[in-house]
């Protein structure tokens, strides 16, 4: 049977960053692996940050959005119907940071996906400098996104803190978190990894290969429906390379736009190639790209996208320019 191993996180967390790096190992090590990306967004640079995993041993698929939450899952389950009949020795799926955990077991016990996987291991991404008062409903995410996670990966080490200082902190925020939404499962610092990713040991990747998942029962406060956390995509965007670093800092401290998480996306450049942007409220990340889509991903709470929408009007010289 083929393994399906979950990434799980909330919004921005560095899913995909890590899904790089534990595809790369899981490649090397001679594995036959599919990367399902399931969002429900219109557009995915996520997709397009994974591009250059692809080779012989390893596919990469993306469910499309749009329609509603049923017709999404729907093309959930025709696309792993899709990968499980191509015999992969693992498929790696990352959801949504807005994603009903249960759902996925539900759709696996489903013939004939039943008959054809197994799952093999829940992964949640949690960032180092988790913010220690976050909304009710991020609260939350977080909490839903940890409680089944067989191993919680940290993401972002800084050397502020220590190792253990870090697993301590995740593990009092997670199991405050837990106990909000009246899961009984408590998260010990034995669960988590807290190691720099281009670190990571082979006894560090034996144990999240080994993980496996819990089987946590909580209290459902919030449909997909009802979460104020979200994404929206600014596309066929074009600026100044010299003044990109300078907009996206000026949308992330108006505080009119919301509250801001992340910023993410690929913009073009006049040599040809893509700025690969990355940034959250301490840090800008900027890189060089050689594929990507000319768009801006903003995630946070209660976003007013309009009031986003004019400080990138104010700069963007692609007349194609949409926002959704």
Known sequence: MTKIDLITGILGSGKTTFIKKYAKYLIEKGERIAILENDFGAVNIDTVMLQELKCENCTIEMIMGGGDHDCHQRRFKTQLISLGMQNYDRVIVEPSGIFDMDEFFDILYESPLDRWYSTGNVIAVAESDLEEEMTEQMEY??????????????????????????????????????????????????????????????????????CGYRNSRYIKKYSADDINSGVHYFMNICFEESETEHIIDEIMNDETCGKIYRIKGTLPCRNGKWQRINAAQEKIGMSTAEEGQPVLIVIGDSLDKSQIDSHIRKYNTDENYIFI
């Open 141 to 210: 995410l977080f909490a839903s996104q940890i409680a089944d996670s067989g191993k919680i990966i940290v993401s972002k080490l800084t050397e502020e803190m220590s190792k253990d200082e870090i697993k301590q902190k995740i593990t009092t925020h997670a199991n405050r978190s837990l106990e909000k939404i009246g899961c009984d499962r408590r998260i010990s610092e034995k669960d988590i990894i807290a190691e720099k990713w281009d670190e990571l040991s082979e006894s560090d990747y034996e144990k999240i290969l080994s």
